[in-house]
């Protein structure tokens, strides 16, 4: 019986939309193609024109000052990059980190705002929490076929499914720690005569700031995991390397790019999160 | 004209339907339009009128709106139904816009649990009512240096609130009223949350401070000794209803119903009422050289020192000249057996 019922064809409808959006909107994503990806190749190019030594002394150096008190950091940070560039993956490194940084800028940029908004409504909320739940379930290979369509092949739609694969942390936190905000404190800021700008810029923002700083960790963290994947549509990187060990099944190779992921991802984990228990 | 004018004042949280307002008609309780309808009247028709300079404490046990009640002051809260007044401006008919203003030229508030922002210091803390209108920070920063002088914590301006006591959390707070200068300071259940003799301190200070600074203060509180303390003015809440207001020898000593009555049972009368309402007229023949003196204006349990070694008799002076004499018998039965004072001695 239940064979008589006509199957949804859900899938063309599917196809069909992607395939409108990408005629309809190739007005926006192709100069979103063509400006993010020259600003990307010029900030590689950039990156890669820094001599190496300096590059991981000035890192070392950064840490240093972030992360007061702590020597051990720097120079475990400094080893782990000097690995890298000993394994000959330096200018994957710098692929993969512009990446990861433009996706969890955009996604920051996207997703706090977001999060703003679905504390003030709860119709709102209501609305982007199946969505949130929606992105992170899927499984994040799918993003990767409508990136494809939209914008080629290459670092642009890398970061697009980056992007959408990491912003829900940041949202979803942004949104948590903006409601969770005691009652009073709330009171006491209305009490005072705050516009709802002054009350979001000098008491919600700065009291959500520790919940909000946590969703932008994971949301960074989701990104690096996402730029890797993103290397099977051709999104340069580390991820390039693991993916075509993987197809060789070379086992050696892969190890050490996975190594060298394992260590970006470490240093930028301690980056964005001393950076949130400062103060 | 008064500062603080509410008129009929009604707040019902959940849905106002017809029905609840007819249950409200009815002058039905708290706990039955609960049960019928599920709306949760917490102010009923309030009627209060506070005036310049006096210190109004709104007394009762939690659940009797009294929170509801400060709130509707400065409209944290919107009232479902009754007018509020404040210097002669109905505030509920305010817009958003003119509400903010308004609030942030007349109000100031102090919180139970002091809503002190923790990433501000003590300083930034106390001039926030200023930074939010806009005032140059050098100008702002002097102000609450001052304020922070008055509740005596200019020494802590640098510190996180969380590196202070409770007690001091709270000067901070007041002194982040007080930087705002405004004449109308809210007091929620300010110091309930202090241990009982940083609390009898802070009630102190209070009372020093206000006779400086002469402010209209609406306190709420639900111990009865505070209220006691430090009202020029008492109101009695219950279930939402104002039960009775007067000055604290009045409620006292002339309970208007039973409610009130059970409240005022055991308070300590001696620390209430004053020589003057105890005393009886002076009889000119008698002899009152020999007897200690106590001025009529002083609280009863100052009495107890004087009454040693068997002295039954006290002359009471107001302002040196004899006005009555105050009785050990008619002491010990005020305060102990709980009489009313006759109507003519207040």
């Known amino acids: 019986m239940l064979d008589n019922i006509p199957r949804l064809p859900l899938s063309e409808w599917t196809t069909e939309f992607v395939r409108w959006i990408t005629s309809a909107f190739s007005f926006i994503f192709d100069p979103i193609n063509n400006y993010l990806g020259t600003l990307m190749n010029w900030i590689i190019t950039g990156l890669e024109f820094i001599p190496p030594v300096l590059f991981i002394i000035i890192i070392m150096a950064l840490s240093a000052i972030f992360m007061k008190k702590k020597v051990l950091s720097p120079i475990l940070i400094g080893i782990g990059l000097l690995f890298i560039y000993n394994q000959g993956l330096w200018e994957n490194l710098i692929d993969t980190m512009t990446l990861v940084i433009i996706s969890g800028l955009i996604s920051i940029v996207i997703g706090v705002p977001l999060g703003i908004l679905m504390s003030r409504s709860n119709t709102f909320e209501m609305l982007m929490k199946p969505i949130l739940d929606l992105m992170q379930t899927m499984p994040a290979f799918v993003y990767l076929i409508p990136a494809v369509a939209f914008f080629g092949i290459g670092m642009v739609p890398g970061v697009f499914a980056s992007v959408i694969f990491a912003s829900p942390p940041t949202i979803r936190l942004t949104n948590l720690g903006i409601r969770q905000i005691s009652e009073e ?20 923002l700065p009291l959500a700031r520790p919940s909000i700083m946590a969703g932008i ?3 960074i963290m989701l990104a690096l995991s996402m730029v890797v994947i993103a290397s099977m549509i051709g999104a340069p990187g580390l991820g390039t390397e693991v993916l075509s060990s993987l197809q060789r099944a070379q086992v050696g190779p892969g190890f050490v790019a996975g190594l060298g992921i394992v260590i970006l ?15 | 004209m008064s500062v603080i004018e509410i008129k009929n004042v009604t707040k019902v949280f959940g849905p106002y339907t017809k029905e609840v307002e007819e249950l409200l008609h009815k002058n039905k309780s708290k706990n039955e339009i609960l049960s019928e309808t599920g709306s949760t009247v917490a102010v009923k028709s309030a009627n209060l009128t506070i005036e310049k300079s006096e210190v109004f404490v709104v007394m009762g046990l939690s659940g009797s709106g009294k929170s509801t009640l400060i709130r509707l002051i400065n409209r944290l809260i919107d009232p479902t139904s009754g007018d509020l007044m404040i210097k002669g401006k109905n505030v509920s008919k305010l817009s958003t816009a003119e509400l903010r203003e308004f609030r942030r030229k007349n109000f100031s508030m102090v919180f139970q649990s002091f809503a002190l922002f923790p990433f501000k210091s003590v300083l930034d803390n106390t001039a926030f009512g200023l930074e939010v209108r806009n005032m140059p920070k050098k100008e702002r920063l002097k102000k609450a240096e001052h304020a922070l ?20 959390q709270q000067r901070v707070g007041l002194a982040r009223a007080l930087a705002n200068d405004t004449d109308i300071l809210l007091m929620d259940e300010a110091f309930s949350a202090l241990d009982p003799l940083i609390r009898k301190e802070m009630q102190n200070e209070l009372i020093q401070l206000q006779q400086k600074m002469q402010k209209t203060i609406v306190f709420i509180t639900h111990d009865l000794d505070e209220a006691l303390s430090i009202g020029d003015r008492i ?9 009775q207001v007067g000055t604290p020898e009045e409620i006292v000593t002339n309970p208007e119903n039973d409610y009130v009555k059970a409240f005022v049972k055991d308070i300590d009368r001696s620390k209430v009422l004053k020589v003057k309402h105890v005393m009886r007229p002076a009889n000119s023949q ?13 609280l009863l349990y100052k009495s107890y020192d004087s009454f040693k070694n068997g002295i039954r008799e006290l002359t009471v002076k107001d302002g040196g000249k004899v006005v009555g004499i105050v009785e050990f018998d008619k002491v010990f039965e005020v305060l102990a057996v709980g009489n009313e004072v006759e109507e003519d001695a207040r």
Do not use: C, H, W
């Open chain 1, 185 to 204: 404190l709330i009171e006491a800021s209305d009490s005072f005569g705050t516009t709802p700008m002054q009350k979001l810029l000098k008491v919600q």
């Open chain 1, 265 to 279: 991802a470490i240093i930028i984990d301690r980056f964005t999160q001393t950076s949130n228990s400062n103060k």
């Open chain 2, 149 to 168: 002088k008055l509740v005596g914590l200019d020494g802590y301006k640098n510190q996180k609130p969380n590196q202070l006591s409770g007690g001091m």
């Open chain 2, 235 to 243: 109101a009695l809440m219950k279930d939402g209803e104002i039960a």
């Open chain 1, 217 to 219: 960790n994971q949301t």
């Open chain 2, 286 to 298: 008698e002899n009152t050289d020999a007897n200690p003196v106590i001025a009529s204006e002083d």
